[in-house]
């Protein structure tokens, strides 16, 4: 088997008047964070939708192939029944329903008669809960809750899904330092649990301390991927390849 979990191949995908990805490749290792950079549109948010199917199979050209399948997905519900969950910058959560509706939301967890089974549903909820370092009531209506604990029931939401990629769009974006740092610990738990990660970030503090490898992109193609620990991986060359020009020229 190969070491690559997630292999992107030559992804163009077109828009009315605009080319978004152009031939774009991308290898992500099995159980690494591997960061994807760029300047804002560059296609980086574009070539997740892809793999995640929001933006179907025969809608773009090139191949994505995963668990060394090639996989075809027609909508985001394929992706998720493979192990693949995205989360958004955007977070999908419903405010006024509780944490454990939104974790367990179109996958509701029933009983006799197909009804749903709270008492089991919450105590799932609060297992999820405790894994992704929260310790919540699940029954808190979800609005109640700061930005980045909400950024935490998603990932609970996703590891309700058995995810085995997980990507995160700018997850800390909205966060202040203290829950980015939290963020980034539980990524690390994850890894060693054997989850694989693509975060899109434009914190390249964050790239550095996190990532395994980064890959650059820019006007909607690959420009190189970064090994993190080698002594080139600098921010300054990624700030470099994702801008084109030296830094003094900035």
Known sequence: MTQNILEMRSITKTFPGVKAL??????????EVHAICGENGAGKSTLMKVLSGVYPHGSYDGDIVFENEVVEF??????????IVIIHQELALVPYASVAENIFLGNEQRGAGGLIDWNKTNHMAAALLARVGLKENPTTPVGFLGVGKQQLIEIAKALSKDVRLLILDEPTAALNDSDSEHLLDLLRELQREGITSIMISHKLNEIAEIADRTTIIRDGRTIETLDMSAPTATQ???????????LEHR
């Not at 027609?74 to 192990?83: H, L, M, N, T, V």
């Not at 300054?236 to 030296?246: C, F, L, P, T």
């Open 22 to 31: 152009s031939d774009v490749t991308l290898e992500v290792a099995r159980g």
């Open 74 to 83: 027609r909508d985001i519900r394929d992706s998720e029944a493979k192990g």
């Open 236 to 246: 300054d060359r990624i700030i470099k390849g994702m801008v084109g020009r030296d």
